[in-house]
């Protein structure tokens, strides 16, 4: 069973920086396209970044390109994403995937990313 589970969330002022965490477990992760997105209140679900971690292949949404930052650590089957100077428009619940596709994705439960001064 596919097991992800997202941490590292919180409370950050605008230009901040916060480090997500997703611990996987259930397949195998050292060959797994993996994925951070991220659902905001009142909107819907959106793709943020893409890991194809066998390969270290890596992809943005314009929105966060050049601010946030995907990797991940075989080794401990984690997924990280660093985001660094957060806006407002970033506060979201981020979650973590992993599948084929984005769409057809398994997500973790969640945590909560608020930018605010």
């Known amino acids: ?3 992800l589970v997202e941490s590292g969330g919180g409370l950050v002022q605008p230009g901040g920086s916060l480090r997500l ?3 996987a477990s259930g397949f195998t992760f050292s060959n797994a ?9 009142g ?3 959106e ?7 066998r390969g270290d292949v890596t992809t943005y949404r314009d929105s966060v390109k050049g601010r946030f930052t995907i990797s ?3 080794a401990k089957n ?23 596709t984005w769409d057809t994705a398994t997500r973790g439960q969640g945590t ?3 930018v605010s001064s």
Do not use: F, H
């Open 112 to 114: 909560q990313v608020t």
């Open 43 to 45: 909107k819907g679900l």
């Open 21 to 23: 965490s997703c611990v």
């Open 78 to 100: 984690t997924l990280y994403l660093q985001m660094n100077s957060l806006k407002t428009e970033d506060t979201a619940v981020y979650y973590c995937a992993t599948g084929r």
């Open 72 to 74: 991940a650590d075989n």
């Open 1 to 3: 069973e596919v097991q």
């Open 33 to 41: 396209w993996m994925y951070w997105g991220r659902q905001a209140p």
């Open 47 to 53: 793709w943020v970044s893409t890991i194809y971690t």
